[in-house]
Nanobody, 121 residues
C-alpha cells in the first residue's frame, strides 16, 4: 500500500509565501513523476508543477517564476515553494506521484488527500 501525505497549506496574504510538502510511504520501488495539482471551487483540477525522476521541471504558465517544485528521491518527498501568491492561487492543492510498487511491481497513480491554500487579505 502506498500513501501520499501532504502538509503546509494555510491562509496567507497576497504577496506572501507558503511551502507545501508531500511524502510518499509504503511499498515503493521507485517514483517516476511527482507533481502538484490544484482545484479551485467550480473549476477543474489543473496541473501546477511536475518533476520527473530526472529532475527536470515543468510549470503551468500561471505560476512560472513564482513557484518552485523540488524533490528528494532518497526521502520520497516533493515540495512546492510558492512565492508572490495571488488571490487566484486559492485552491485545494493535491500531490500526485506515479509509483512502482516494491511488492507487486505494478505502477500506480497516487494522490494525496489535498491541502487548502487560501490567499486573502
Amino acid at each position: 500500500q502506498v500513501q501520499l501525505v501532504e502538509s503546509g497549506g494555510g491562509l496567507v496574504q497576497p504577496g506572501g509565501s507558503l511551502r507545501l510538502s508531500c511524502a510518499a510511504s509504503g511499498s515503493i520501488f521507485n517514483i517516476n513523476v511527482m507533481g502538484w495539482y490544484r482545484q479551485a471551487p467550480g473549476k477543474q483540477r489543473e496541473s501546477v508543477a511536475v518533476i520527473p525522476s530526472s529532475g527536470s521541471t515543468y510549470y503551468a504558465d500561471s505560476v512560472k517564476g513564482r513557484f518552485t517544485i523540488s524533490r528528494d528521491n532518497a526521502k520520497n518527498t516533493t515540495w512546492l515553494q510558492m512565492n508572490s501568491l495571488k488571490y487566484e492561487d486559492t485552491a485545494v492543492y493535491y500531490c500526485n506521484a506515479v509509483i512502482r510498487s516494491w511488492a507487486t511491481g505494478s505502477v500506480g497513480n497516487y494522490w494525496g488527500q489535498g491541502t487548502q491554500v487560501t490567499v486573502s487579505s
